[in-house]
Structure formats: C-alpha cells, structure tokens
C-alpha cells in the first residue's frame, strides 16, 4: 500500500526518505572518522610504549654488558628458591 501510494503520488515520501538516508549516511560517516581517530591515537600510543621498552631494554643490555667481573676470588652466587643454590665462575681460572 504504501509503495502503491509512493508510486502514484511520488515525491512526499521519496523525499522523507531521501532525506533520512543522507542525515544516515551523515552519521556514520562522522562515527566513522571519530572512530578511525580514535584507533590511530590507539596506534601511537602503542608505539610510543613500544619504544619506550625497547630503549628500556638496550639500556638493560649496556649495563649488562658493563659489569666488570671482580677477580678477588669471589665466586657469584645465586638463590633458585628455598635451599637451592647455584654458583657461576668457580671452575674458571682466576686470571680471566
């Protein structure tokens, strides 16, 4: 019936339509753009983290690599949990 109507009387309801198909159309573009905003700020954001942890692991690495071992005859050792023990550096000569 109410194509029937549309059909025969034309352009009220055409132009209703029209009109709710653009302010649609509208609106999800608008959420649309906020959205891919909101997802590129998402994206930063996790670079920015990325980087702070790798920068945060180089720096990790340097200090690693900058200790300087002592050679007064004390071995290193280190606790595992509870009662177990493991020590590093007993079986090499004490020249190295």
Do not use: C, Q
């Not at 905003?37 to 980087?51: C, E, L, N």
């Not at 949990?81 to 079986?91: K, R, S």
Request: aromatic share 6%; no cysteine.
């Amino acid at each position: 019936m109410v194509r029937e109507f549309a059909r025969k009387h034309g352009s009220a309801l055409r132009s209703l339509a029209m009109l709710g198909g653009a302010l649609a159309t509208a609106a999800a573009v608008a959420i649309g753009a906020v959205l891919a905003v909101f997802f590129a700020a998402t994206v930063v954001v996790i670079a920015v983290m990325a980087s702070v942890l790798l920068a945060l692991a180089g720096l990790a690495l340097r200090a690693k690599r900058a200790h300087v071992r002592r050679d007064d005859g004390v071995i290193e050792a280190r606790n595992l949990g509870g009662h177990h023990w493991v020590a590093y550096g007993w079986n090499e000569p004490a020249g190295r």
